[in-house]
C-alpha cells in the first residue's frame, strides 16, 4: 500500500508543465479544441436522452445512469492511464507506454498529434471520445444488465479494446496508422468497436423476457428528439474538431457531416415511406444518427457531394440493416450494432471509395481518384477490429461472470432496473 502512496504522491507533486504558454500554441485552435471538446462531451448526456426515450419507462433511469456513469469513469481511467497507452510512446505499433501515466508530461506545451495546439487539450478532447464509446454499447443490452456488471464492463472494455485500438489507428506509430488506415474522426476506433461489441453482447446477455413478441414501443419519442438535435449538434465538434485546429479543414468535415446526416434522414423517409406506407418520427432519428456515424471516418477526407453518396448508403444499408433483427433473432435493443456498427463499417470502407488527396494532404486518395489499394486498406482495418472487438467482447463478458451475475434477475428484468438498480424512478405519479 505504501508503494501505491508514493506513486500517487510523485504523480500528484511531479511538475508536469512550465506555466508559461509557448509561443507556438495558436488561441483560435485551441479555442476551437475546447469547445470541440465541450461538445463531443454533450453528447454524452445527448446519448443519454436518445437512448433513454426508447427503452420503457420502467427503465429510463437506469438507461440514463449507464451513460453518465460511462463517463465519469471513462474520462478518470482516461486521465490516470487511458490517455498515455492509446497516445503515448509507443511500443511495437500495438500500445502505448506508461510514460504519460497520470498526466505527467501533459502540459501546456504543444502537442506532437496537434502543434498549435496545448498538450493537455489534445488530451481532454480525446477523453470524451473516449467515454462516449462504451455509453454507445449500452444500447444493444439495455432493459437486462446489473448496474455493477456494466461498471466492470465499460473499465475493462475502454482499457483492453478501445484504448488498443486508439493506438493502432491514431498514435504516431500505431501499425494501422504504418500502413496508411485512414480514419478521420473515429468510424474504426468508436463505432465498429462499440458496434461489433454491441453485437457480441447482445447475443451473450440473450432477449429481454418477452421480445419479439411483446410491445417493447420507446416510452418517451420526445425524448429521443431531443437527444438526436444534440448528438447532431456535439457531431460537429466531433468531426470537425478531428481537423485539430480551425480552419479549411475543419470546414470541410463540418459539411460533409451535415451533408451525410440530412442526405441519410431523407433517403431513410422515403424507404419506410415506401416500405410502411409511412415515415415516422423515430425512423428520422435513427437515420440521422446512421448518416452522422457513416460520415464519421471520410469527413475530412472527402468532397461535399461525396458525403451526399455516404449519406444515401447509410440511410439504404442501415436501415435493411435494422430488419435483420427479427430475421435473426438477436435482441439489439436500441439498434447499437445496426447502426454504429453498420455505418461505420460502410463509412470507413467509403474512405477507400471517395477519399481524395487533394482536399486533405496527410491522407491519400481512394479508389475513384486511381488507388485501389485504399480501399484494401480499410476494408481490411474494419474486419480485423471488428473481429477483435466482437471477440474480446466476449472474453470480458466471460471474465466478469466468474465474479458477479452480468444479468439482472428475471423478477427484477419484470419489475425494471430503475427500482432494482438504483432505488428510484424516472416519473413520480
Not at 154 to 159: G, P, R, Y
Amino acid at each position: 500500500m505504501k508503494y501505491l502512496f508514493t506513486l500517487l504522491f510523485l504523480l500528484i507533486a511531479a511538475p508536469a508543465f512550465s506555466a508559461d504558454a509557448p509561443s507556438a500554441v495558436d488561441k483560435g485552435d485551441t479555442a476551437w479544441m475546447l469547445v470541440s471538446a465541450a461538445m463531443v462531451m454533450l453528447m454524452t448526456p445527448a446519448l443519454a436522452m436518445f437512448y433513454g426515450g426508447m427503452v420503457r419507462r420502467k427503465n429510463v433511469l437506469s438507461t440514463i445512469m449507464q451513460s453518465f456513469a460511462a463517463l465519469a469513469l471513462v474520462s478518470l481511467q482516461w486521465i490516470l492511464l487511458g490517455y498515455s497507452l492509446a497516445f503515448g510512446p509507443d511500443f511495437h505499433g500495438i500500445i502505448g507506454g506508461l510514460d504519460w501515466a497520470g498526466l505527467r508530461g501533459v502540459g501546456l506545451e504543444p502537442s506532437t498529434y496537434a502543434p498549435t495546439v496545448p498538450h493537455m487539450a489534445f488530451m481532454i478532447y480525446q477523453a470524451m471520445f473516449a467515454a462516449i464509446t462504451p455509453a454507445l454499447i449500452t444500447g444493444a443490452f439495455a432493459e437486462r444488465m446489473r448496474f455493477s456488471a456494466f461498471m466492470a464492463f465499460t473499465f475493462i472494455w475502454a482499457l483492453c479494446v478501445y484504448t488498443p485500438v486508439a493506438h493502432w489507428v491514431w498514435g504516431k506509430d500505431g501499425w494501422m496508422s504504418q500502413i496508411g488506415v485512414m480514419d478521420f474522426a473515429g468510424g474504426i476506433v468508436v463505432h465498429v468497436t462499440s458496434g461489433f461489441s454491441a453485437l457480441a453482447a447482445a447475443l451473450y446477455l440473450g432477449k429481454r423476457q418477452g421480445f419479439p413478441h411483446d410491445m417493447m414501443s420507446p416510452h418517451n419519442l420526445p425524448l429521443t428528439v431531443i437527444g438526436t438535435g444534440l448528438l447532431w449538434f456535439g457531431w460537429f465538434g466531433f468531426n470537425g474538431g478531428s481537423a485539430l485546429s480551425s480552419g479549411q479543414l475543419s470546414t470541410l468535415a463540418f459539411v460533409t457531416s451535415h451533408t451525410a446526416a440530412v442526405t441519410a434522414t431523407c433517403v431513410w423517409m422515403t424507404l419506410e415511406w415506401l416500405h410502411n406506407g409511412k415515415p415516422t418520427m423515430f425512423g428520422a432519428a435513427t437515420a440521422c444518427i446512421a448518416g452522422l456515424a457513416t460520415v464519421t471516418p471520410a469527413a475530412g477526407f472527402i468532397s461535399p457531394m461525396a458525403a451526399v453518396a455516404v449519406g444515401s448508403l447509410a440511410g439504404v444499408v442501415c436501415y435493411f440493416a435494422l430488419t435483420l433483427k427479427p430475421r435473426f433473432g438477436y435482441d439489439d435493443s436500441l439498434d447499437a450494432f445496426g447502426v454504429h456498427g453498420v455505418g461505420g463499417s460502410i463509412g470507413t470502407i467509403c474512405v477507400g471509395l471517395f477519399a481524395c488527396k487533394a482536399l486533405n494532404t496527410q491522407g491519400n486518395d481512394g479508389l475513384l481518384y486511381g488507388n485501389a489499394k485504399q480501399l484494401f486498406v480499410q476494408l481490411g482495418a474494419v474486419l480485423t477490429v471488428a473481429v477483435f472487438s466482437f471477440i474480446m467482447t466476449i472474453v470480458i463478458f466471460k471474465v466478469i461472470s466468474l465474479f458477479t451475475a452480468i444479468r439482472v434477475s428475471p423478477e427484477d428484468e419484470l419489475e425494471g432496473l430503475d427500482t432494482t438498480q438504483h432505488n428510484e424512478s424516472g416519473y413520480s405519479m
